[in-house]
């Protein structure tokens, strides 16, 4: 059996019936460009029959992409014939249809015997062929049906023509040596069927759950951007395609995800949404990649295999992070004062130390300029902003003044920009009299209200050089011109040591 797993994303079907994850045909072509360039072979583009927007959200990712787009519907023909019409432009269609098979489903749900929805399943299944040669069939809720009905099923839709038969564990409720053990028996009881896994997250075990089909026999893996679905969510495409790139030579099973497209994906889901993970949601979290315990930024600084199984690279995420804290030690200090440009003796870094802690033990993150505060010097190289003025409106040109302390001089300058933000910007580059590149400006509330704290980490380029710069305010263009000038002088301070 082939190791390869194909990879079908429903994020633009299932995941958009995740609470306030709804989205737009033109959100929807948006993010279907994007999963074609993360490499996912199957994208599920929507339920053509759920709408006329609907319809017509499926139609324009079926003619945008190259790869597989289905679309869901129900066993009913007007459901299939509604589907095949707006899959009338995608290079590769597939109808996916479906019935329930469990008897808690066809006694309460569908109010039919097991003797009709096996001919509905096989009936759609036939119609659907007459319109694509790639149908996919789904047993809704297979993980709690009687075995010998859902092996007769399987058996009877692979006959009528289904290239891939799906069996998920619709409520998440399935334990994985139970839902492996239902995908071992079926390969061996329908030879030649080609089986699809589609795990929800009821009980956290959706990835674990698809990583047991895999192991005994599926071949396809239904998935969504950030696990985003139905109440918990399905099996997240980032877990289940990291599981199998780390531990790819203990499962001998692989992907062709573009991994390193992954972290683009989950951002631009989470802003057409608004829907963001949680900080330690796994590999696209904001603290995936970030280190507070002092034994663990020992170990980084060290060797980073100490304490990451993969890097941020491998998923686009930029750089790891040792986020200074209670809980951070002498070596993260010293690391966070060198990518400052500042070097002091162990004592002396020993002290600053325990004084970061105590600071930290009140707040609950130490800036960059918290730091600075603390070693209560200023280096050379160092840029501080001395205070800056704008003026906007919706009919005015924004401008803005600032005034920054470079090596002990004061300088100023004005400019004009798209904003004030924008201005502001300039204003400084032209102060500085640096080429400096602006890599990344991320803003986040730290907390809720109209004076909610503005957190902002910026990375810039200067000279070949990369560095990051954090400030919190609550004006949040008093934190960007900090956060930009932090990490103007951390880049100007490492030429400054390269030319030395």
Known sequence: MSGRVLIFDTTLRDGEQSPGCSMHGVEKV???RQLERLGVDVIEAGFPAASVGERESV???ANEVACTVAALCRTREEDIRTAAKALEGAARPRIHTFIATSDLHLAHKLKMPREEALRQAVAAVRFARTFYPEVEFSAEDASRSDYGFLRDVVAAVHEAGATIVNIPD????????EYGEIFAKLTRDVPGVTLSAHCHDDLGLANANSLAAVKNGARQVEVTINGVGERAGNTSLEEFVMTLRVRGESLGLETGVKSEEIATASHLLSSITGIWPQPNKAVVGRNAFAHEAGIHQHGMLANPLTYEIMTPASVGAGDSSLVLGK????????????????ALPKDEVEELTARVKELADRKKYVWDEDLLALVACVPDSHVRLVRYQTLSGN??????????EVDGERRSASAGGNGPL???????????????E??????????????ALAEVVVRVRHAGNEAAGHAASTDSIDASLKSYLSAVSAARAAVLEAAA
Do not use: F, N, W
């Open 422 to 436: 924008d201005a502001a910007l300039k204003a400084c580059d032209a102060a500085l009299g640096l080429e400096v």
């Open 59 to 61: 139609r324009a990712v």
């Open 327 to 342: 809980h951070s030690g002498r070596h993260a200090v010293e690391s966070r004062l060198k990518a400052l440009g500042l």
């Open 30 to 32: 948006r993010l279907a």
């Open 170 to 177: 619709t409520v998440g409720y399935a334990l994985p040596d």
């Open 438 to 451: 602006l890599l990344e400006l991320t803003t986040r509330a730290v907390t809720g209200g109209k004076d």
């Open 395 to 404: 009919q005015l040109l924004p401008m803005a003044t600032v005034e920054i």
